[in-house]
Every structure is written in structure tokens, then in C-alpha cells.
């Protein structure tokens, strides 16, 4: 379990801050549209997904990126020693559970899976290359079509990263 800093908290609200503005012109100018599906916010969306970010990369030692693009992130959401990760986390469901939209999605060379546990809590609960999320993925419906999964206990501790990486 990661205890975020009031620093973290702050970096990651100032930064969704932003994402946020830059999203609410683009859609005003119909440049972007929404998709969300979810009956949370878009702050509040974004914010979980940073304070995962935040958590991932203290935890890993690697810069999370804070650029904002009109493009979005690209599904990248840091790169450590030249290799992408993507940081999913859960905000609602009692079930840990890695999820894609599409199998496409999974666009980096690792996702790590995180949750909110508490206001200043994010927990950690490993990650999976794209070739083994490949290999054990299930599709679930979650009341708006069918989504690929892959639970928690099935990842490998984030403690085993930088074995997995190649890094020492």
C-alpha cells in the first residue's frame, strides 16, 4: 500500500486540473468528443488514474509524465528505461480487475493495476506484459459490453519489476 504525500495528492489534483480544461475546450469546439461510460465525473475518473500514476512511479523509481496533449496520452502513461506502461485502477469494484475496452488497447509493453483505497491510499497490485495478458485475458460485461480482463491474483508483484524489465 502506497501512502501518498499532500505533495502527491496536490501534483496529481493540479495536473487533472489541467487535463480537465484542456478537454472541456476541445469538446466545446466539438473537436473532442466524450466517451465515457461511467456515471463519475471526468475529474474524478482522471484523478483516480493519477493517483495511481503517482503511486506507480514512486514505487518504481520513474518520472510520471504531466505533459498535456490534444491527442491525450497515447496509452502511455510513463516510460521506464524505453519501455511503456500503461496504469489501469480501480475506483468501484470490489473485484480487483484489469480491464481493456478492446484487446488493442493494452498498447504498451506492461499494465500495472492499481485501486484507491482510501483518500491518500493507492494499493499496487502488480503488473503484466502484454503477451501474458494475451495469454489469460476473459471477457466480462460489465452492463456496457464486453471488456477484457484479467484479475489481480494473476499479476506478478510489483516488487518483481525491475527483474521483468531487465533492469538491475
Known amino acids: ?17 489541467i487535463m480537465q480544461g484542456v478537454k472541456t475546450v476541445l469538446m466545446d469546439k466539438g473537436d ?3 466517451q465515457k461510460l461511467s456515471s463519475q465525473s471526468d475529474f474524478a ?9 503517482v503511486a506507480v512511479g514512486r514505487s518504481i523509481n520513474c518520472p510520471i509524465q504531466t505533459g498535456v496533449t490534444f491527442a491525450g496520452d497515447g496509452k502511455v502513461d510513463m516510460v521506464f528505461h524505453g519501455q511503456t506502461i500503461q496504469v489501469k485502477t480501480n475506483i468501484r469494484f470490489a473485484d480487483k480487475v484489469l480491464i481493456f475496452n478492446k484487446l488493442e488497447d493494452f498498447a504498451t509493453d506492461w499494465a ?13 497490485h502488480g503488473f ?8 489469460l485475458f476473459f471477457r466480462h460485461d460489465f452492463g456496457y459490453g464486453n471488456r477484457y480482463c484479467m484479475k489481480a491474483d494473476q499479476l506478478t508483484p510489483i516488487e518483481r519489476f525491475y527483474e521483468a524489465t531487465g533492469i538491475t
Do not use: P
Open 32 to 34: 473532442v468528443k466524450n
Open 1 to 17: 500500500m502506497i501512502q501518498l504525500t499532500a505533495e502527491e495528492i496536490i501534483l496529481a489534483a493540479h495536473h487533472v486540473g
Open 128 to 135: 503484466t506484459s502484454k503477451a501474458k495478458f494475451s495469454k
Open 45 to 53: 475518473i482522471h484523478y483516480a488514474g493519477m493517483l495511481g500514476e
Open 112 to 124: 500495472i493495476l492499481c485501486s484507491i483505497e482510501g483518500a491518500s491510499a493507492v494499493a499496487i
